[in-house]
């Protein structure tokens, strides 16, 4: 077997080649050839992992948090060359959500042995992403976590990111085709989810599977601020699907308009400006899984 050990040096605060060391130290005691890569920008991680595709390797091991993994496997759409996480970022949503283990050598072992899982994909128009894409509060959320709270991870990132984000927020006025209809509202957030959640643990869209085929979407109608915070609370346990101002639906396809600034993050990255049309792409990625015990 040959692996590509690809890593964001950057991911998790500097903590991704020290967790690479361990992981080709694990990689060497098992006789396993591989080469280390260290990417010097966002795109360099989609390149690397093309060009490793292209070579011929049997793994790409992506070492970084869910946005070196975002860039990662949007090199590795459309090949059949299964794609793997240690997962060392600042929320590490996609190893909860998959089941992957936290320490590295149980991820190596699912890296070489584990099970090559399909899952689908979110496209957007210009990238790919697996988790949760949001706009309106959530993406402006995102994105004060991502530049104006550098010293902190987490869901503690991201908490403290919302109660800024409180007092700052404007709801959006948001347009939705989708599969059943059309949706037209002042909206506080509207989520587009092929997991479960992000934030760092915000279980944003519960029910949401990365193998079904479906994007859910999870609406958050205007509300003031108190009914807001309350709603947020609940977020971190799922149960807020039944608040009176949440709406949920399933689709394959969701077209957002807005007369209003609002911009897509997907996997913690930014993606786009609305107007954008989010579409499933069924089983686009293969990704390496703890076997089933079943």
């Not at 692996?3 to 605060?13: E, I, K, R, T």
């Not at 390149?47 to 948090?65: F, H, I, N, T």
């Not at 996480?85 to 890296?111: M, Y």
């Not at 979407?217 to 009914?227: D, G, H, M, Q």
């Amino acid at each position: 077997m040959r692996v590509l050990l690809l890593v964001n040096p950057s991911a998790g605060g500097g903590r991704a080649p020290a967790a690479a060391d361990e992981a080709a130290r694990v990689l060497s005691e098992r006789d396993v050839a591989f080469a280390r890569v260290e990417s010097v920008s966002t795109d360099d991680l989609t390149r690397q992992a093309r060009a490793a595709a292209e070579s011929g390797v049997d793994r790409v091991v992506v070492v970084g948090g869910d946005g070196s993994f975002h860039y990662a496997l949007n090199g590795l759409v459309g090949t059949d060359i299964p794609v793997a996480l240690i997962s060392c970022g600042r929320g590490n949503d996609f190893r909860r959500n998959a089941g992957l283990p936290k320490g590295i050598p149980q991820a190596v072992d699912v890296a070489l042995d584990g099970e090559i899982r399909p899952l689908d994909l979110i496209w957007t128009g210009s990238r790919y992403y697996i988790g949760v894409g949001g706009v309106g509060f959530d993406s402006e959320v995102t994105e004060c976590a991502n530049t104006q709270i550098p010293l902190f991870t987490g869901t503690l990132a991201y908490t403290l990111a919302v109660f800024y984000m409180l007092y700052a927020f404007v709801p959006k006025r948001l347009r939705i085709v989708h599969d059943q209809g059309v949706y037209e509202n002042q909206v506080m957030l509207a989520v587009f989810g092929n997991s479960k959640s992000y934030g760092g643990g915000m279980k944003i869209t519960p029910e949401a599977e990365m193998d079904d085929g479906l994007i859910d979407v999870v609406l958050a109608e205007r509300l003031s601020i108190p009914s807001l915070l309350g709603l947020l609370t609940k977020v971190f346990s799922g149960s807020h699907l039944g608040h009176p101002a949440v709406k949920s639906f399933r689709t394959t396809r969701a077209e957002l308009t807005s007369p209003d600034k609002m911009e897509l993050y997907g996997d913690g990255e930014y993606i786009a400006p609305v107007p954008v049309t989010l579409e499933i792409r069924p089983r686009a990625v293969k990704v390496m899984s703890p076997r089933s015990s079943a």
